[in-house]
Protein backbone atom coordinates (compact mmCIF):
# COMPACT_ATOMS: atom_id res chain seq x y z
CA UNK A 1 0.00 0.00 0.00
CA UNK A 2 0.95 3.26 -0.50
CA UNK A 3 2.50 5.45 2.11
CA UNK A 4 1.23 9.10 2.44
CA UNK A 5 3.55 11.68 4.71
CA UNK A 6 2.12 14.95 5.10
CA UNK A 7 4.77 17.35 7.13
CA UNK A 8 3.41 19.88 9.77
CA UNK A 9 3.82 23.04 8.95
CA UNK A 10 5.90 25.71 10.82
CA UNK A 11 3.44 28.04 11.93
CA UNK A 12 5.78 31.07 12.59
CA UNK A 13 5.94 31.29 8.27
CA UNK A 14 2.90 32.71 8.11
CA UNK A 15 1.21 35.81 9.07
CA UNK A 16 -1.97 35.17 9.11
CA UNK A 17 -5.06 32.43 9.79
CA UNK A 18 -6.06 32.19 6.20
CA UNK A 19 -2.43 31.91 4.96
CA UNK A 20 -1.88 29.23 7.09
CA UNK A 21 -4.87 27.25 6.09
CA UNK A 22 -4.50 27.89 2.65
CA UNK A 23 -0.57 26.44 3.40
CA UNK A 24 -2.57 23.32 4.62
CA UNK A 25 -5.05 22.48 1.86
CA UNK A 26 -2.09 22.66 -0.92
CA UNK A 27 -0.46 20.90 1.23
CA UNK A 28 -3.21 17.92 1.60
CA UNK A 29 -3.69 18.39 -2.24
CA UNK A 30 0.50 17.42 -3.24
CA UNK A 31 -0.36 14.61 -0.97
CA UNK A 32 -3.51 13.08 -2.09
CA UNK A 33 -2.13 13.93 -5.74
CA UNK A 34 0.76 10.87 -5.06
CA UNK A 35 -1.25 8.86 -3.23
CA UNK A 36 -3.30 8.26 -6.44
CA UNK A 37 -0.50 7.80 -8.61
CA UNK A 38 0.83 5.59 -6.10
CA UNK A 39 -2.11 3.84 -6.22
CA UNK A 40 -2.31 3.58 -9.88
CA UNK A 41 1.56 2.76 -9.86
CA UNK A 42 0.62 -0.36 -7.56
CA UNK A 43 -2.04 -1.34 -9.98
CA UNK A 44 -4.97 -0.89 -7.36
CA UNK A 45 -6.91 0.80 -9.17
CA UNK A 46 -7.11 -1.84 -12.15
CA UNK A 47 -7.58 -4.45 -9.49
CA UNK A 48 -10.72 -2.58 -8.42
CA UNK A 49 -12.19 -2.25 -11.92
CA UNK A 50 -11.55 -6.25 -12.64
CA UNK A 51 -13.28 -6.95 -9.52
CA UNK A 52 -16.36 -5.10 -10.22
CA UNK A 53 -18.04 -7.97 -12.26
CA UNK A 54 -17.11 -11.54 -12.05
CA UNK A 55 -15.29 -13.41 -15.08
CA UNK A 56 -15.47 -17.20 -15.39
CA UNK A 57 -12.09 -19.06 -15.87
CA UNK A 58 -13.02 -19.86 -19.07
CA UNK A 59 -12.87 -16.24 -20.38
CA UNK A 60 -9.89 -15.31 -18.52
CA UNK A 61 -8.32 -18.27 -20.79
CA UNK A 62 -9.89 -17.06 -23.95
CA UNK A 63 -8.84 -13.48 -23.19
CA UNK A 64 -4.80 -14.49 -22.63
CA UNK A 65 -4.89 -16.38 -25.51
CA UNK A 66 -6.60 -13.49 -27.63
CA UNK A 67 -3.90 -11.17 -26.27
CA UNK A 68 -0.91 -13.57 -26.79
CA UNK A 69 -2.19 -13.87 -30.34
CA UNK A 70 -2.60 -10.18 -30.49
CA UNK A 71 1.15 -9.60 -29.65
CA UNK A 72 2.45 -12.24 -31.54
CA UNK A 73 1.01 -10.59 -34.63
CA UNK A 74 2.50 -7.17 -33.54
CA UNK A 75 6.02 -8.88 -33.32
CA UNK A 76 5.62 -10.59 -36.71
CA UNK A 77 4.72 -7.31 -38.55
CA UNK A 78 7.26 -5.48 -36.80
CA UNK A 79 9.73 -8.12 -38.17
CA UNK A 80 8.60 -7.43 -41.83
CA UNK A 81 8.68 -3.52 -41.39
CA UNK A 82 11.92 -3.93 -40.33
CA UNK A 83 13.11 -6.27 -43.37
CA UNK A 84 12.93 -3.47 -45.62
CA UNK A 85 15.36 -1.60 -43.84
CA UNK A 86 18.01 -3.86 -43.53
Same mark, same amino acid.
Given at each position: ??????????? #??? #? #??? @??????? #? %?? =? $???? +???? !??? *? =????? =?? +? !??????????? @? +?? *????? /? /?? $?? *???? $? !? +?? %? =????
Amino acid at each position: MAKVYVKKLNT #SNY #S #SKK @ELEEAKF #S %NF =E $QAFK +RFKK !DCI *K =EGIVR =EC +R !DRMYYVSKAEK @E +RA *KKKAG /R /RK $QL *KKMW $Q !D +RR %N =EKYL
